[in-house]
Every structure is written in C-alpha cells, then in structure tokens.
C-alpha cells in the first residue's frame, strides 16, 4: 500500500473508526430487533442511531471515490465490496481484511501466517455474516404467515445450518426478503468453507513437503 496515495492514507485512518461504527450499527438493529418490549424512546434512538451510521458509511464511499480519481460509474463497478456494505450496512463488519491490513501496516510485519489470517479472516467472517443474516431473516420472518422461525434462536439455527452448507429444511423462510437473504447467505458460505478448506490443505501439503525434504535421500 503506498502511503503517497490520498486513497491508501485515507483508507488506513478510517478503517478502524468505520470498522466501529458498523459494530454500533450492527448492535442497534439488534436491539431494534431482538428487544421487543423496548420502549418507544429506545426504539427511536435505535432508528436515529442507525440512520445516522449509514449517512457516515455513505459519506466515506463519496470521499473515497473522490480521492479515487475516478468517475462515479466506474468507481461503483470496480468497487464492488465498498458498493454493497453502503447498500447493506449490515455486511460492513465483514470488511475485516482491510481492517487488518490497516492495523498491521501501522504495528509492522503481520504475526500469523497467510494460511492461519485466511482461516481466521473467514471463521470471524462467518461468525458477522451468521449472526447479521439471521437477524435481517427473523425481523423479516417473525409474524409472517405459514413462517417456521418463530424465535431468533430458530434463526440462528437455520443461519448455521445455511452456512454449513448442510441445509436440514426443518426450518425455511417463507419470506421473499428471507429468501433472498438466504441466497446469499448459502453464496457466501460457501465461499468462505472454500477458503478455510483451501488453506487448510495448503499448509498440509507445504507441511509434508517439508517432511519429505528431511527425509534422507533413499530412505
């Protein structure tokens, strides 16, 4: 990353902040949410909270595609990620490789491997990406008719099963929105079992190919 680009500095003061800032948003829906008898005041704070960390995640993507250089369109189309977590707030905590690089840019050489950040890039990946869609699925879910989820431990439940890839269909949405969080969230478990399964038998073969270079020749 070269610290002579407005872009790279900007993203590396910002990343923790706004990394923050999305766990505070992520909080907020959660108690807007799971806290049902919540009184109407909290509520309103949950809301204004909310509103306000996604004008703060919208102004970032504008300073960033103004130091970019670049024309919106394009910026919008070669920046797909920073594109999705301003349209779904939700998925920002997910931004956890920036984050990192960030802070290991400030402190120097990273203190993990590449096979153990990616492995613990996607474990904390999934953990967000569970917990935020089984959110989004039962405030969608709960009440609708013919809905299996009835509670956010059912939610969770299906969000696990769904990322797992193992899909037990005892508890399905019956939502549209539901649906297609479900979609996505399937997409991304896969995507992320695939970088776990990935790693994990890179640094199996690289460890046997050490062990085979130790071996003496012809034994």
């Known amino acids: ?3 002579d680009n407005p872009s790279a500095r900007w993203e590396q003061r910002s990343e923790v902040p706004l990394f923050l800032a999305s766990l505070l948003f992520l909080a907020a829906y959660a108690a807007r949410v799971l806290a049902v008898s919540m009184p109407p005041f909290w509520k309103d704070v949950c809301v204004y909270t909310m509103a306000a960390l996604w004008l703060l995640f919208a102004g970032e993507y504008v300073v960033r595609q103004r130091l970019s250089g670049e024309r919106f369109p394009r910026y919008v189309r070669t920046h797909i990620l920073h594109t999705v977590v301003v349209l779904l707030p939700l998925l920002r905590p997910l931004r956890i490789v920036p984050l990192y690089d960030a802070i290991q840019h400030r402190q120097g050489e990273p203190r993990l491997s590449l096979h153990a950040r990616v ?3 996607a474990s904390l990946s ?3 990406l569970g917990f935020a869609g089984a ?3 039962y ?3 709960r009440g609708a008719p013919g809905a299996t989820m009835r509670t956010f431990g059912d939610a969770v439940w299906w969000a696990a099963a769904t990322l797992s ?3 037990y269909g005892d508890i399905t949405p019956v939502t549209f929105g539901g649906r297609t969080i479900a979609i996505g969230m399937m997409a991304g478990g896969l995507a992320l079992l695939g970088a776990v399964t990935g ?3 890179s640094w199996l073969l690289q460890v046997f190919a050490r062990e085979s270079d ?3 020749p012809g034994s």
Do not use: C, N, Q
Request: charged letters at 20%; aromatic letters at 8%; glycine letters at 4%.
């Open 139 to 141: 405030h969608l879910e």
């Open 126 to 128: 999934t953990l967000l």
């Open 199 to 201: 790693s994990f038998s």
């Open 1 to 3: 990353m070269d610290d």
């Open 119 to 121: 492995i613990a890039y």
């Open 165 to 167: 890839t193992v899909g």
């Open 135 to 137: 959110l989004a699925v």
């Open 214 to 216: 130790k071996r003496p």
